[in-house]
């Protein structure tokens, strides 16, 4: 796979979506023309509203129609820009932009609200300084009804759910969450049936943006020591999302919840600028790379020792 593969399938992907809009501009037209002649100027404003529902229906077909092109085009930038990106970075690196993490992993955590309609894509497993990683695309929704019994479903997650793996298993559950993250839970119970409770540091700023909990607040002063307090604080600057860090068993989960959809190709309706998508890819990968390097997570800390 090369640069002209991704162009290629670009290409064919965007002569059908012209196409469409071509097809639906036409069924719109022609559908406020015959409207306007048949009823007069008085029916303009839902000449022109139907006109826009049908054409928009006809581009939805279309697109369905030609969805066969949309997933070269998807799959060649994924295999050119993406995966090789990763390649570059990662060892043991396993990649499929079409899998995604199982809600049972974040379920196993008892602190994040999987919902009840969970997405997930971009499943990458790989190695960066000896630690183990995986991490995924999710989207969590949850139903509501309301008063008059129409169904809505609401984003309460939708980021980067990444975990990382450790010689070393935590004798107890932690969960710093920053505030305003809409799909956390906090557990009643954690480790051998100890009930959860809220933890306070020394640290009057980190409790401005971020809640402890955990099953046993003096072991979590051996995990949560202040330099990674002050590692966690600043990390979170880095990012417009909400952190949320689940210290459980022998792995640390993390959840940015920042309303973005990483490794996504741009509008095939552009020529594709190859450096530019290469570094956007690199800052996409990069969150990964500073967790490890920021948490420090290749300390003895989280090893055997």
Not at 94 to 117: C, E, K, P, Q
Not at 158 to 168: A, I, N, S
Not at 258 to 264: G, L, V, Y
Request: aromatic share 14%; hydrophobic share 40%.
């Amino acid at each position: 796979m090369n640069f002209n593969d991704v162009e290629t399938a670009r290409i064919a992907y965007a002569k059908k979506i012209k196409k469409a809009i071509v097809i639906s501009s036409t069924v719109f037209i022609l559908a406020v023309v015959i409207a306007v002649a048949s009823e007069g100027g008085g029916a303009l404003f839902a000449s022109i509203f139907f006109g826009f529902f049908f054409a928009c229906i006809i581009y939805i077909v279309c697109c369905f129609i030609f969805n066969k092109e949309r997933m070269a085009y998807r799959n060649a930038y994924k295999k050119y820009f993406v995966e090789q990106n990763l390649r570059r970075i990662f060892t043991d690196i396993s990649y499929s932009h079409d899998s995604g993490v199982s809600r049972a992993l974040l379920d196993s955590t008892g602190m994040i609200n999987t919902g009840d309609v969970f997405s997930s894509n971009d499943y990458t497993t790989g190695k960066y300084k000896d630690v183990d990683f995986l991490q995924s695309d999710v989207t969590i929704q949850v139903e509501q009804t309301d008063s008059d019994g129409d169904t809505t479903y609401q984003t309460i997650f939708k980021g980067r759910w990444m975990t990382f793996e450790f010689p070393k298993k935590f004798a107890y559950r932690i969960e710093v969450v920053q505030k305003w993250f809409p799909a956390k839970r906090v557990p009643k119970t954690g480790t051998n049936g100890k009930k959860f409770e809220k933890v306070e540091v020394e640290s009057p700023t980190f409790h401005k943006k971020f809640k402890i909990y955990a099953d046993d607040g003096f072991e979590t002063f051996y995990v949560l020591d202040p330099a990674l307090i002050d590692h966690i604080e600043s990390l979170s600057s880095n990012y417009t999302g909400k952190l949320l860090l689940c210290f459980v068993d022998n792995k640390l989960h993390v959840g940015l919840h920042d309303n973005k959809d990483a490794f996504e190709p741009p509008s095939a309706l552009k020529k594709i600028d190859e450096n530019a998508e290469f570094e956007k890819i690199s800052k996409d990968i990069k969150m990964i790379t500073d967790f490890v390097d920021y948490l420090k997570l290749d300390n003895k800390i989280f090893g055997n020792n």
